[in-house]
């Protein structure tokens, strides 16, 4: 299996501007979790979905930030407008309920907002 | 709520000297506990696990046992590597109580030093 996959792997645009970052979760997995992670907060969970269907999208920032996973094998993580504070990497993470929910982690978005 | 705690880092080692990098927890449920580790530039990746009390995860040397009487589950080696260096994560699942997300530590940083 080819794993987590994300994309892009960098990206760097200036404040203001739309990002869109891609996920795409290893086959037969029902959950997908996105993450952030920054020197200053550490890792935080943003949105988890689970069969495509947002759970818990209480660490999502603010209304700037939304998430779809219109099917199985794809996920985005959208900022509009990205603002600078927003720099940080962006881990998508895969799991399968039955082996005690033990995450796959993706390669992650590095983005940085000038 | 569940947390889990881990010792500050950074640590600092010399090769093949002995590590224990301290994780305990608080969790309503039975958990299952991890240890990650994150690379420089790269994902978390799972290091180990162990599902239920007194269980031993061990995985390239590291091992940790799951104490449920002391609520720990710290992490050891033997005789650390260069290539050991890495961010170790802590983390939980407590999926009896209905949530299928990880809960992390902060990450202890371990430096290795030929």
């Known amino acids: 299996d080819a794993g987590v996959i994300q994309s892009p792997r960098h990206e760097v645009t200036e404040m203001g501007q739309e990002v869109t970052l891609r996920c795409k979760p290893i086959?037969?997995?029902?959950?997908l979790f996105w993450y952030r992670q920054t020197m200053m907060r550490g890792l935080e969970l943003l949105i988890y979905f689970n069969n495509n269907v947002p759970i818990d999208d209480s660490g999502m920032p603010e209304d700037r930030f939304s998430a779809k996973m219109p099917n199985a094998s794809f996920s985005t993580l959208k900022i509009q407008p990205s603002e600078p504070r927003d720099s940080a990497v962006y881990f998508c993470?895969?799991?399968?309920?039955?082996?005690?929910?033990?995450?796959?982690f993706g390669p992650g978005t590095r983005l940085t907002v000038l | 709520g569940n947390s889990v705690t881990q010792m500050e880092g950074p640590v600092t080692l010399s090769e093949e000297a002995f590590l224990t990098i301290n994780c305990t927890y608080t969790a309503t449920g039975y958990p299952s506990l991890f240890w990650y580790v994150q690379y420089p530039g790269e994902g978390l990746q799972l290091l180990l696990k162990?599902?239920?009390?007194?269980d031993k995860g061990s995985n390239k040397g590291f091992e940790a046992t799951y104490r449920k009487e002391t609520t720990s589950f710290h992490l050891e080696k033997g005789s650390v590597q260069v290539s050991d260096s890495a961010v170790y994560f802590c983390a939980l699942s407590d999926s009896g109580a209905g949530s299928y997300q990880l809960t992390f530590g902060k990450g202890t940083k371990l430096s290795v030093i030929p």
């Open positions: 162990a599902t239920k009390a007194d």
């Open positions: 086959s037969g997995h029902d959950y």
């Open positions: 993470a895969s799991s399968n309920r039955t082996k005690y929910n033990e995450q796959f």
